[in-house]
């Protein structure tokens, strides 16, 4: 137990050193670990020794990534997306196993060769999300793309763990009691074990859907925040245990209940609970990675290894490139899609590893092949930063000099996103003499709109030195138009911690993100789509031959009645029956109301003028 918390003990002081100074290096935090493992791992100062320990311990902040990746994945969503995860992911995985498997093929048996395309065609899911997440890039196109082949891939290590084994060709590696899970599952029949496998599944999708919500209900009335901090970590185990007792991967049940609890009121609650533990155990898994990397072996085969490394980084870099142009990604979305995709992944140690123990691959051939992924996953940030530089690059050179460079005046308003809505509202304050300072992430909306005589700056609105840079400390208002809720959220919160002074305007897609916002105190929500709405029926009740006064008077009272429900909503959201029954009561109230014709209504109407904030 000494010798364990000693060599955490270092694993946390290398990140604390390291990480701080890739950041500095504008390297991101995932060289840094990298880095710090190769210093303090056995084949450099030799500071830790049982690295494989290590390894084992810290996968588990891979199966908690896993789990938040489900919460962001509502099953409306999942269902959505199902032609991007089946599209992109699909054919990234089919089409890299194949190659992989055909040249491997000419030197191996095609049972091994099969595994072996079959493993590298998976990703690192931790290094991408976390690298795409830190550079804002996670809602680009190309962010979206990769976010769908990394979905597909996780969900297609299943098939893998019950396929890799009946290509056995060598005798297998007895495994001991600890290694076989919580009870041995292949001493039953096959059909009772498929039978369990199926159960398992089954139940982490009931106890999320039936038990988790109103398990967390009970706790968050406590108050008490480490318990409700316990039992989401509880579920995250819970579910991997199930998962390993069967012989599944355990991301898979974190996964599945991630996705259960997407739909739930504590979905915001449970990612900021969990997220500092993934985290930390992110990092010291990247670390463990680092340590792994054996030089010795390295340098007796450096010739095949560094082969191996250039050859899967360059057939999954041609791959997704085809795939990005058969489903028309854009030129430079295209680029950034395959750099992200083209190293090997950490489920690659987890499948080469059971290779080894059910006689697929010798070891001769299973270590070069884990150097190899591993070299190509520390090359991965720096293929990030690269890429950065070289898009950075040609950006600047279509882009004129002072686009980098946000002119210094008099602005007052700064608005953040510059899409469809945001045009609109930059056009409208520019023609009545409003100039504000308008950043937008799109570089090709970018220039298109520079083109038009539009004064755009490009950049994430949601960084701090940008906000800054762009006159926030002394401006007077932000507005903000995101259509992604998350992004505007973390740009609200960030904005009204660092510039007090600000007020804040923002559009909400719907009534859901509405109360998402409300959430964080924002309170001037303008529903992108409410006021067209409005515009919409009382053009329709004109053209059905309602008086146009009529038709602009009941416009006017149900803005007004809709602006009183929203807070009385807002606050019974998490009740699902108080919430339908006062949906219900305010709804034949409006009825009741728009019915008037007396001079009760006309009066209520002429009220509705005064509303402060009408478009909630």
Same mark, same amino acid.
């Not at 699909?90 to 079959?118: C, K, M, N």
């Not at 001079?599 to 009408?614: T, Y």
């Given at each position: 137990m000494d010798a364990f918390l000693l060599q955490f003990f270092i694993f946390l002081v290398a990140a604390a050193v390291a990480v701080p100074f890739a950041k500095k290096l504008g390297l991101g935090s995932v060289?840094?670990?990298?880095?710090?493992?190769?210093?303090?791992?056995?084949? +450099?100062?030799?500071?830790?020794?049982?690295?494989?320990?290590?390894?084992?311990?810290?996968?588990? +902040?891979?199966?908690?990534?896993?789990?938040?990746?489900?919460?962001?994945?509502?099953?409306?969503?999942?269902?959505?997306?199902?032609?991007?995860?089946?599209?992109?992911?699909?054919?990234?995985? *089919?089409?890299?196993?194949?190659?992989?498997?055909?040249?491997?093929?000419?030197?191996?048996?095609?049972?091994?060769?099969?595994?072996?395309?079959?493993?590298?065609?998976?990703?690192?899911?931790?290094?991408?999300?976390?690298?795409?997440?830190?550079?804002?890039?996670?809602?680009?196109?190309?962010?979206?793309?990769?976010?769908?082949? &990394?979905?597909?891939?996780?969900?297609?290590?299943?098939?893998?763990?019950? *396929?890799?084994?009946?290509?056995?060709?060598?005798?297998?590696?007895?495994?001991?009691?600890?290694?076989?899970?919580?009870?041995?599952?292949?001493?039953?029949?096959?059909? &009772?074990?498929?039978?369990?496998?199926?159960?398992?599944?089954?139940?982490?999708?009931?106890i999320g859907k039936y038990a988790g919500q109103p398990m967390f209900r009970i706790i968050a009335r406590t108050g008490v925040r480490e318990i409700f901090v316990a039992a989401a970590l509880a579920l995250v185990i819970g579910s991997s245990l199930l998962m390993l007792a069967v012989g599944l991967s355990p991301a898979l049940g974190a996964f599945l209940a991630g996705v259960v609890l997407a739909d739930s009121e504590f979905r915001h609650e449970l990612e900021s609970d969990i997220e500092p533990f993934k985290g930390l155990l992110l990092g010291i898994f990247f670390i463990s990675i680092g340590a792994s990397l054996n030089f010795p072996l390295i340098g007796e085969n450096v010739t095949l290894i560094i082969g191996m490394t250039v050859g899967l980084i360059a057939i999954k870099g041609l791959v997704l490139i085809l795939i990005g142009k058969v489903f028309s990604i854009s030129s430079k979305e295209r680029s950034l899609f395959a750099v992200a995709l083209a190293q090997g992944g950490e489920f690659a140690f987890v499948l080469f590893q059971l290779t080894k123990n059910t006689g697929v691959l010798p070891v001769s051939i299973i270590e070069p092949l884990i150097s190899a992924v591993a070299i190509s996953m520390f090359l991965a940030p720096l293929m990030f930063v690269l890429h950065d530089k070289l898009t950075r690059s040609t950006f600047e050179e279509e882009a004129s000099q002072d686009e980098d460079v946000i002119q210094k005046g008099d602005h007052k308003v700064i608005v953040a996103g510059f899409g469809q809505l945001g045009v609109d509202i930059g056009r409208f304050l520019l023609s009545a003499g409003i100039k504000p300072v308008i950043l937008d992430y799109d570089s090709n909306n970018v220039a298109v709109l520079r083109k038009l005589g539009?004064?755009?700056?490009?950049?994430?609105?949601?960084?701090?030195?940008?906000?800054?840079?762009?006159?926030?400390?002394?401006?007077?208002?932000?507005?903000?138009?995101?259509?992604?809720?998350?992004?505007?959220?973390?740009? *609200?919160?960030?904005?009204?911690?660092?510039?007090?002074?600000?007020?804040?305007?923002?559009?909400?897609?719907?009534?859901?993100?509405?109360?998402?916002?409300?959430?964080?105190?924002?309170?001037?929500?303008?529903?992108?789509?409410?006021?067209?709405?409005?515009?919409?029926?009382?053009?329709?009740?004109?053209?059905?031959?309602?008086?146009?006064?009529?038709?602009?008077?009941?416009?006017?009272?149900?803005?007004?009645?809709?602006?009183?429900?929203?807070?009385?909503?807002?606050?019974?959201?998490?009740?699902?029956?108080?919430?339908?029954? &006062?949906?219900?009561?305010?709804?034949?109230?409006?009825?009741?109301?728009?019915?008037?014709?007396?001079?009760?209504?006309?009066?209520?109407?002429?009220?509705?003028?005064?509303?402060?904030?009408?478009?909630?």
């Open positions: 060289l840094g670990y990298l880095m710090a493992g190769i210093v303090i791992g056995p084949f +450099g100062a030799s500071l830790i020794h049982d690295v494989e320990a290590i390894m084992h311990f810290t996968e588990f +902040g891979v199966v908690m990534m896993l789990f938040l990746v489900g919460l962001e994945l509502k099953p409306s969503l999942l269902w959505q997306l199902k032609t991007s995860i089946i599209g992109f992911g699909g054919s990234q995985v *089919i089409v890299t196993s194949l190659i992989i498997t055909a040249i491997a093929a000419a030197y191996l048996p095609w049972q091994q060769a099969l595994a072996i395309g079959l493993i590298l065609s998976l990703s690192s899911t931790a290094i991408v999300l976390q690298t795409l997440q830190e550079k804002g890039q996670m809602k680009t196109e190309a962010g979206q793309s990769v976010f769908a082949v &990394l979905l597909f891939q996780d969900l297609a290590v299943i098939p893998m763990l019950a *396929i890799i084994p009946l290509l056995a060709t060598l005798p297998s590696v007895s495994l001991d009691h600890h290694d076989s899970g919580v009870f041995d599952l292949h001493a039953l029949p096959e059909y &009772l074990q498929f039978m369990c496998t199926v159960g398992a599944v089954v139940l982490v999708l009931a539009i004064e755009v700056y490009y950049g994430d609105a949601t960084r701090l030195d940008l906000l800054e840079s762009a006159g926030a400390a002394d401006a007077e208002l932000l507005v903000v138009t995101f259509s992604n809720t998350e992004s505007a959220k973390h740009l *609200i919160e960030l904005a009204a911690k660092h510039y007090p002074q600000l007020k804040i305007v923002v559009n909400a897609k719907d009534r859901e993100a509405a109360f998402e916002l409300m959430d964080i105190g924002a309170d001037n929500i303008y529903r992108e789509t409410f006021d067209s709405a409005l515009s919409i029926g009382q053009s329709a009740m004109m053209q059905l031959g309602v008086d146009p006064y009529e038709a602009h008077r009941l416009k006017q009272i149900f803005r007004k009645k809709d602006m009183q429900m929203m807070p009385e909503l807002y606050k019974q959201r998490c009740e699902e029956e108080s919430y339908i029954s &006062l949906y219900k009561q305010h709804h034949a109230q409006l009825e009741a109301l728009m019915k008037l014709g007396s001079n009760e209504g006309l009066a209520a109407a002429s009220k509705a003028w005064a509303v402060k904030n009408p478009d909630h």
